[in-house]
């Protein structure tokens, strides 16, 4: 099984704060990992896919890089309507596609 | 707009059958451009992938839970199905159907349905 371990588990910035997460690979995925965010009571959201690639619809305040094991999206502008738990998941494998343990990302 | 919207029991007792239904507007589970799958999030923790199909093409499965699932298409009702077998209280989540790409470059999830809760109690 690929593990994926996100950090940090919980975040707190302020407004207008350029706010990173991390994923990693417990081995190489390439580049086939996406990010999601899922707000409160709502299902998730697909933000980027294929490690860079922003999904149509998406603020280009996120971004995503990274290839092989380690992999980061970032929000350049903290808004409040951010606030959200994000998600990784690679699919590397597709016999057994797996997702990080999720950051969850509040406004200080 | 493709829509996913999840149907079924929010209750189910130990060791009976889970089943849900996934009944799909705006596409066609007949199509062989895209995956069609569950994936479950128990009370307050992360997200676990449960299977996808992808119509007269390929069924992948968890293999934690390989041996307890089915997943199918109907593409007579447009719609697709999880069947879970001999369900237990660990298997109290929160279940969303889901549409991905399929190809070789597919594998992410573009299309979400809203979740229904299923509690085994």
């Known amino acids: 099984d690929i593990q994926m371990t996100q950090s940090p588990s919980t975040l707190f910035a302020s407004v207008g704060d350029r706010v990173t997460i991390t994923c990693r690979a417990s081995q190489s995925i390439s580049g086939w990992l996406a990010w999601y965010q899922q707000m409160p009571g709502k299902a998730p959201k697909l933000l980027i896919y294929q490690g860079s690639k922003l999904e149509s619809g998406v603020p280009p305040r996120f971004s995503g890089s990274g290839s092989g094991t380690e992999f980061t999206l970032t929000i350049s502008s903290l808004r409040p309507q951010d606030v959200a738990v994000y998600y990784c998941q690679q699919y590397n494998s597709y016999s057994l596609l797996t997702f990080g343990g999720g950051t969850k990302v509040e406004i200080k | 707009q493709l829509q996913l919207q999840e149907s079924g029991p929010g209750l189910e007792e130990p060791s009976e059958t889970l089943s849900l239904t996934c009944s799909v507007s705006?596409?066609?589970?007949?199509?062989?451009?895209?995956?069609w799958g569950w994936i479950r999030q128990s009370p307050g923790k992360g997200l676990q992938w449960i299977g996808t199909v992808c119509y007269g093409e390929s069924t992948n499965y968890n293999p934690s839970l390989k041996t307890r699932v089915t997943i199918s298409v109907d593409t007579s009702q447009n719609q697709f199905s999880l069947d879970l077998r001999s369900v237990t209280a660990a298997d109290t989540a929160i279940y969303y159907c889901?549409?991905?790409?399929?190809?070789?470059?597919?594998?992410?999830?573009?299309?979400w349905g809203q979740g229904t809760l299923v509690t085994v109690s």
């Open positions: 705006g596409g066609s589970v007949g199509s062989k451009s895209y995956y």
């Open positions: 889901v549409r991905g790409e399929s190809g070789d470059s597919g594998g992410y999830f573009n299309y």
